[in-house]
């Protein structure tokens, strides 16, 4: 949750494969996505009324999605390999996995490359950080 709107997975009845990620922003659940696994801070992420989620495309693979404060939806990658969700900021840019590669996105742009994907990312006084061991690397693209 960021405060008011929450993303969360739900599983539909016993024995059926499959989760939904769903989001409720104080009145309404909307499904963003119909996914076979919903892993919180990998699959879905809320920050500052924007929401990043992952998404099953054609060919069945895992791409990232956001979905503004307005609602409007946005694919930001469309890769060959399934993307991950690394950290979302609460100005709507997203830092994602997909393969070898780390990404970096902002509310309108294409991804861009930034990074192997060692270590592990964080939005922290409005930019993005990347752990690895004991160091602390600003993400500027």
Not at 2 to 14: A, L, S
Not at 21 to 34: E, R
Request: hydrophobic share 35%; net charge positive.
């Amino acid at each position: 949750t960021d405060g008011t709107n929450v993303v969360f997975r739900r599983h539909p009845p016993c024995c059926t494969p499959g989760h939904e990620i769903a989001l409720y922003d104080g009145s309404t659940i909307t499904t963003l996505a119909s996914v076979g696994r919903a892993d919180p801070r990998v699959d879905y992420e809320v920050n500052g009324g924007w929401t990043a989620f992952t998404k099953l495309d054609a060919g069945r693979i895992e791409q990232i999605w956001t979905r503004s404060p307005a609602g409007v939806m946005r694919q930001v990658s469309n890769l060959g390999s399934p993307s991950t969700i690394r950290a979302l900021g609460s100005d709507g840019s997203v830092v994602f996995d997909s393969g070898a590669n780390r990404y970096y996105a902002d509310a309108t742009t294409a991804p861009i490359r930034v990074s192997s994907t060692l270590g592990f990312v964080r939005w922290r006084d409005n930019r993005f950080l990347t752990f690895i061991g004991g160091s602390v690397f600003a993400l500027a693209p």
